[in-house]
């Protein structure tokens, strides 16, 4: 695995940032992605083990910065287990956890056939 070269890459890119949480977020979610302040962008392209999304809407990206004031990383995107490797998110979030996030947030577009099942509906 290259949990430890894709570390490397991320420190030097934001030397001594430490997040405490992360964010996953999905297609259509962009707007979390916009609150983080003072942020460092890297594509996943430069993140060695990071799987590239092959979804429209997958940003592709990991912003590290703040948001409502805590230290953050904000993964934009992700890969499916439907498109190959259902393993394929292992690296990231293992990366994540070796970063010093210690919160886990997943975010994803679902939906029904049910006209009965509203927006928010469990």
Partial sequence: MSIDAAVKVIRARR????????????????????????PTVIPYA???????????????RLLLGHF?????????????AYEGDVRAMNLPIRVLQRLGCEVLVLTNAAGSLKPEMGPGSL
Avoid: D, K
């Fill in 15 to 38: 030397p001594g940032f430490a997040p405490t949480a992360a964010l996953i977020l999905g297609a259509g979610l962009g707007s979390p992605a916009e609150a983080v302040r003072e």
């Fill in 46 to 60: 430069e993140l060695p083990g990071f799987p590239r999304p092959g979804v429209a809407g997958h940003g592709g």
């Fill in 68 to 80: 409502a004031g805590a230290p953050v990383a904000v993964l934009q995107g992700r890969a499916h």
